[in-house]
């Protein structure tokens, strides 16, 4: 029995020592394998930076000015994107005070320089948002053991805010020289020395785009199945040519339509929503149709490190029909006033300025203006917009006080009513307020004070609705029911009394 005691034990023993060898030669060919294929990047850093969604500045390179061995374009591409994250893990840094993701892009002593700057800014309650939105490259050296590199960095664009005890107390915009030194550590390019070299404050040089087509007697227009979603599935290019008839044959000569920004895609426009909006556009031309282009509809954010995809998605836009015959005029945002509780107004008011200057930097033909949703806020960026535009659903008594007091103040430069109108609902959560009737008598009695002031506009809108989606006015019935009924044409298409009036006299 204690022999049969001792062979088991013994047996055990061997067993534990030979599974103990199995990992032991696990762990070490792990190891093997893992100095021989290169460390994954993706789990050594401590923060996943996804530039392609999160930060993308506008980048250009000089390509003349390498003293040293040749690179590839494999390698600059790796170079500017370890470079970009650099600088948005530091963003991110100093806008929250930790130092998350600062070690995986900068050296040991480079990164004390903003240690230093992070601890000094919790302790005195100070935090910086900040973005890059130009960045012009030039690879001044690569080493020959291809470990090291100096990058040159001129005029780039910088926007920052600066807030102590979470108020601002600074905000400035700059345009700055840097020079880089980067090595190559771990499979990636880490910040190893930089300096500013200058810095000014930046100039906005963009030109006053006129508007040549001041007799504007438009319409806002969504289709009658889709609306605020006309891009979508359900986008039928005969519906829209038949409803532009029906506003052309009406005495209107213009239309104001909408671009979803995340519909459209975000940064990364897609080519399928650009393809339906030149068929919107081509077949506006083909029918003697002006557009005013609405951009962001459905976009409320304005953080400052949304900017750089937010000029993406505007820049691809722009770009891709600023030659376009039936361009009217570009407006910015809808009623980005109404953002102000929520988002501030210094944010609203800043993030409209630099997409001011980036849109008439690209179409330098067009106008630029703002769909202010009241007569209050139509004075900010003034100076800044070519038309201002607003909108108005108040007491139509005091509409022509509203527009000469707006007029008094704005001398230089158009005026549109972009957006006014009286829904003809009347039903359970309106009970005796609205009717065809009224409707017709508002649209009656605003069309002549617009032809006495001279006043351009484009009403809203072409059809009743069906369905309003919730992410319009929410989905309170008392909200949406009324929203549904502000057409001049019913759901079913039948005319109704207002019809009559959906032009000037």
Known sequence: MVKTNKRILRGVLMLTYLFIIGILLFLVSSLYSFLNTGADRSKMLHTEVKQVEQYLPKVTWKNDGNKGRKISQEKIIAVQNDYLDAWYVKQVAYKTNTRVGIEDYFTKSSRKNIYNILDYNKLHKTSIESTTLEHNLDLEFFSEDGQLIVLKDSNALEYKKIFKDKKLILESTEVSTYRYVLLLEDGFWRVRHMVKESTAKFKDTSQKN????????????????????????????????????????????????????????????????????????????????????????????????????????????????????????????????????????????????????????????????????????????????????????????????????????????????????????????????????????????????????????????????????????????????????????????????????????
Request: charged content about 25%.
């Open 210 to 505: 006129p508007l040549n087509f001041t007799n504007i007697k438009g319409i806002n227009y969504y289709p009658q199945a889709t609306p605020w979603n006309m891009y979508g599935d359900a986008f039928d290019i005969n519906i829209i040519k038949n409803d532009f008839r029906i506003i052309k044959k009406a005495g209107l000569n213009s239309i104001r339509i909408f671009v979803p920004y995340e519909d459209f895609g975000k940064a990364n426009v897609k080519f399928e929503k650009l393809e339906k909006l030149k068929k919107v556009l081509d077949t506006a031309f083909a029918e003697d149709l002006k557009v005013v282009v609405t951009l962001f509809d459905f976009y409320g954010n304005y953080d400052v490190l949304d900017w750089t995809l937010n000029q993406r998605h505007a820049e691809k836009i722009v770009e891709t029909f600023k030659d376009h015959p039936a361009i009217l005029a570009w407006d910015v945002k809808n009623e980005p006033n109404l953002d102000f509780a929520s988002r501030g107004e210094v944010n609203v008011t800043a993030w409209l300025d630099f997409m001011i200057i980036l849109i008439k930097k690209i179409d330098k033909k067009h106008p630029v203006t703002i769909g202010w949703s009241n007569t209050k806020s139509a004075t900010i960026l003034k100076d800044k917009v070519d038309v201002v535009s607003f909108h108005y659903y108040e007491d139509i008594e005091q509409l022509e006080s509203e527009y000469l007091k707006l007029k008094e103040e704005i001398k230089d430069k158009p005026i549109v009513l972009q957006e006014f109108g009286l829904s003809s609902y009347g039903g359970f959560w309106r009970p005796f307020v609205g009717s065809e009737e009224k409707q017709a008598n508002y649209y009656k009695e605003i069309q002549s004070i617009m032809t006495k002031n001279s006043i351009p506009f484009m009403s809203w809108t072409l059809y009743d609705f069906d369905v309003v989606p919730k992410e319009v006015l929410g989905s309170l019935p008392w909200r949406t029911n009324p929203q549904k009924k502000f057409g001049f044409i019913t759901s079913s298409g039948a005319k109704k009394l207002s019809y009559k009036y959906i032009s000037k006299e």
